[in-house]
Each structure stands twice: as C-alpha cells, then as structure tokens.
C-alpha cells in the first residue's frame, strides 16, 4: 500500500503540466510584447543629373569711334585795295563824275525761231468762242411767272451767272441781282431744266465757260 502511494506522488500530474504550459505561454506573450522592435531605416537613393546651361550671350561690340575732324584755320585773305572813284579820269567826263561802261549780254537765239539773234516769235493766240443761246430752245427760256408775284402785281428783273457745260446745258447758276427770291427761284429752275447753249470752245474745242443772262417778268407779257 505505501508503495502505491509512494509511486503515486512521484507521477507527472495533468493539472500541473497544463498549468505549467499555460504559465510559460502567458510569460512569452508578455516577452514579446516588452522586446524592442527594430525599424529598418530606408535611406533614400539619389540620383544626380547634369542640366546644360545657357550659353551666355556673345559681347556687345563696341562703338565704331568716331572721327575728329579737325579744323584747320585758313588763313584769311587780305582785303583788296580800296579804290577811291573820285581819283579816276574818264576823257570826255567832267570833273566828279564817272563813266561806267557795262557790257550787254549776248542775244540768245529764241528756241524754234529764224536762227537769227535777237529774233523772238510769239506763239499764236488761242480762238476762244464764248457760249450763247442756242436758237432751238428761244421759246423755253422765259421762266414762269411765279404766282404770288402775280398775284400781287410785282414786276421785277433777275441777273444770273450760269456755267455752261460742254454739252450746252447749264450746270450751274448763281444769283447777282434779283427783284425778289421768287423771281430768282423760278429763274434758276427754268436755267437748270430748259436752257440750251451752244458751248464755247477754245481753238475749236468745247469747254465750260461762265455766262451772265438777264430775265424780266413783265405783267403784260404774260
């Protein structure tokens, strides 16, 4: 009997063998959470890259100098000799006075002439033909007789200046005397519509020209 006790004590108890696994685990948690940690330090790889530089710009040139010039004095001529007139005796010539004796130029031959020295022609003069009336057209040249004026009973005379084109008609007209605005305004309607004009010319060539006309109203003329 007291051996079996004996070699009962002296067995491997479950209970303590758990224990014991549970106690050197918990141990080796609590290491592992107190052991330093290590951190790899990364060191950063740099690479290094050349960049051209501008050239630098090429050198102003410099200004060109500029030439000195140099004056040089010149040396200043004498004066020329006084002549007192009143010393010169001219034969012929009273005392006091003086005879001066001045060459003509020479005649120059007149371009397109005789050859002749002194020789001038004249080119002729232009044939100038001033306008007038051209016969055709007489009886559309009184104007019409305004109607206040007749109205009224007023007379009155107008003085026009009328430019006459190349073709005979009148371009236009300017007032130089008038008896009333009326008259005048009836004048210069019936100049710019109905008056007719041979043209003038000039060696036979038509060109404007400026005309001055009279236009009366006369109450018994109408």
């Known amino acids: ?21 549970g106690a050197g685990g918990v141990l080796l ?9 290590f951190v790899r330090d990364i060191v950063p790889t ?17 200004p060109k100098p500029v030439p000195q010039i140099q004056h040089v ?6 004066p020329p ?5 009143t010393k010169l005796v001219t034969p012929g010539v009273p005392s006091g006075q003086i005879a001066l004796h001045i060459d003509p130029p020479p005649l120059q031959p007149f371009p397109g002439g005789t050859g002749d020295v002194g020789t001038i022609v004249k080119p002729p003069a ?3 033909t001033i306008p007038k009336l051209d016969s055709r057209y007489l009886g559309a040249f009184q104007p019409t007789y305004p ?4 109205l009224a009973g007023h007379e009155g005379r107008v003085v026009v200046r009328v430019l006459i084109g190349t073709d005979g008609r009148v371009k236009q007209v300017e007032q130089v005397s008038a008896a009333s605005p009326a008259f005048f305004e009836a004048t210069r309607k019936r100049a710019l519509e109905k008056w007719r004009f041979i043209p003038g010319t000039r060696d036979g060539v038509a060109i404007e020209a400026w005309q001055t006309m009279a236009v009366r109203f006369v109450l018994d003329e109408e």
């Open 46 to 62: 740099i690479t290094a890259t050349n960049i051209p530089l501008d050239p630098p710009p090429p050198p102003k040139p410099e």
């Open 73 to 78: 004095a010149q040396p200043l001529k004498p």
């Open 81 to 85: 000799e006084s002549i007192d007139l």
């Open 29 to 37: 948690f609590g290491l592992s959470l107190t052991a330093p940690h």
């Open 147 to 150: 109607s206040d004026e007749r």
């Open 126 to 128: 232009p044939v100038i």
């Open 1 to 21: 009997m007291y051996a079996d006790r004996y070699a009962n004590r002296h067995g491997l108890n479950p209970g303590g063998v758990a224990f014991a696994l």
